[in-house]
């Protein structure tokens, strides 16, 4: 019973990690696609992808475009990366442009917040555990501690990302 435990917990362990594939050449990154249903985050360098993140997490709301502030989802579209946080609550942050003008008078319209504060970030510092194999932000897009350090040195800011469906 204990040895189908452990392998259990293994199983579910290596499921939810994020596969990398390391950029190549040492390329720069120029545009990120994130596919939410595909959980995939591809970097290109002049038209060529460069680097690969398999297994990606999002807010506890996965599916459909952030609206509103708590709505735990990520948004969908185009974006930014406009600014780092080397000493976030998260192993290094890459902030998304989110809310756009669109999001922004949407919700606006509605008489509430978009939310914003959108980043693609490892996981929490205080966290010893395993790499969170759930969806688990209020929105961001969550990776491996190891895999947030790579695309940290090769994505700079100003550096545009298309979020899908």
């Given amino acids: 019973m204990r040895a189908a435990f452990i392998l259990s917990a293994f199983l579910l362990s290596a499921c939810g990690s994020a596969q990398s594939q390391p ?53 969908e579209g185009d974006y930014v990366i406009d600014g780092r946080n080397p000493a976030s609550a998260y192993h290094l942050s890459l902030r998304i442009s989110y809310p756009n003008a669109a999001d922004a008078a949407y919700a606006e319209a509605r ?12 996981q929490p510092n205080r966290w010893t555990g395993p790499t969170i194999s759930r969806d688990w932000t209020d929105g961001c897009i969550a990776l491996p501690n190891a895999a947030i350090a790579q695309l940290w040195d090769v994505v700079p800011d100003g550096t545009p990302i298309r979020i899908r469906p």
């Fill in 111 to 122: 008489g509430r917040s978009p939310g914003g504060d959108i980043f693609i970030h490892g």
């Fill in 23 to 75: 950029p190549a050449g040492g390329a720069i990154v120029d545009r990120l696609l994130v596919d939410k249903s595909e959980r995939v985050l591809i970097g290109y360098a002049n038209g060529r992808e460069v680097i690969r993140f398999t297994g990606l997490r999002f807010g506890n709301a996965p599916v459909g475009h952030k609206r509103f502030e708590g709505d735990e989802r990520t948004p």
